[in-house]
């Protein structure tokens, strides 16, 4: 089997790919930093002799990339698609730089939705295969502070239970699950802009083994730890002005 990992230099996306190689799985990995993502593959070829990896940079920030990546990789029969690049920019939405946050749209957003549909009109016709998107609890929710970020993580959210709804109508047996954890021990702090979780994060390598699976079951949402599960929850039942507040008084203090 094979697994196409975006993101995959650095937290989850590394995670998953040593995670997925534990379990034979062939792994491409692509990212911007080049560097990384070879010595990732040192790594894993060390440790999992047998595990086949190949490195393609791109930046994902170019629409054209994400058509370029797909058409490099097509032809090696993908059974896994993991949305997994992205990254947040903390501040007011009227301080922000525009283009920034449209930098962070087109990665965040426009890359999952192409890559999404490519890959999945590819697996429909062979009615197998596996896509998980990246996405946060920040998706169930507004963010004061960060609010390309959640509007962008919602996005991902809604996208993916759509697809899987229209999946199941179809009797299909492609596989459509959307990952949603909370704070994680990764770089998304310093890429931010956010000085602090105050939070206790998750390892990165625990969220990857809860995500691959959950995704082998099958499951739509996946929300790692008790702590993240409560929050999605709370979400749902807290009234709007409320919630709002609350998210943006957590933003604050990670800056204080």
């Known amino acids: 089997m094979i697994a196409l990992i975006t993101g995959a230099s650095s937290g989850i996306g590394r995670e998953l790919a040593k995670n997925l190689a534990s379990r034979g799985v062939h792994l491409i990995i692509t990212a911007r930093r080049t560097e990384r993502l070879v010595q990732l593959k040192e790594e894993i070829r060390e440790l999992y002799p047998s595990v086949r990896v190949k490195v ?127 704070p994680v021990d990764t770089e ?16 990165d390598s625990y969220v990857a083994d809860y995500a691959i699976e959950r995704l082998m079951c099958g499951d739509l949402l996946i929300v790692p730890g008790m702590a993240t599960k409560a929050a999605a929850v709370g979400t749902r039942i807290a009234p709007t002005k409320l919630l709002l507040k609350t998210v943006r008084m957590v933003q604050e203090s990670k800056n204080n």
Request: aromatic letters at 12%; hydrophobic letters at 40%.
């Open 188 to 203: 998304f702090n310093r890429v931010a802009g956010v000085k602090k979780f105050n939070m206790k994060s998750l390892s």
């Open 56 to 182: 393609i940079t791109a930046d994902l920030s170019k629409e054209s990339s994400c058509y370029e990546l797909y058409n490099r990789v097509k032809d090696y029969r993908v059974d896994f698609l993991f949305n997994n690049a992205g990254f947040g920019l903390y501040g007011r939405f009227l301080d922000n730089d525009l283009d920034e946050e449209l930098n962070m749209i087109n990665v965040n957003i426009k890359a999952v939705h192409i890559l999404t549909k490519l890959f999945l009109k590819d697996f429909t016709e062979r009615n197998c295969g596996y896509i998980l998107n990246t996405a946060s609890v920040a998706g169930f929710m507004p963010g004061p502070l960060l609010a390309a970020y959640y509007a962008s993580k919602n996005y991902v959210v809604q996208l993916t239970k759509a697809i899987y709804e229209e999946l199941r109508c179809d009797n299909s047996k492609v596989v459509v699950s959307v990952l949603c954890p909370g």
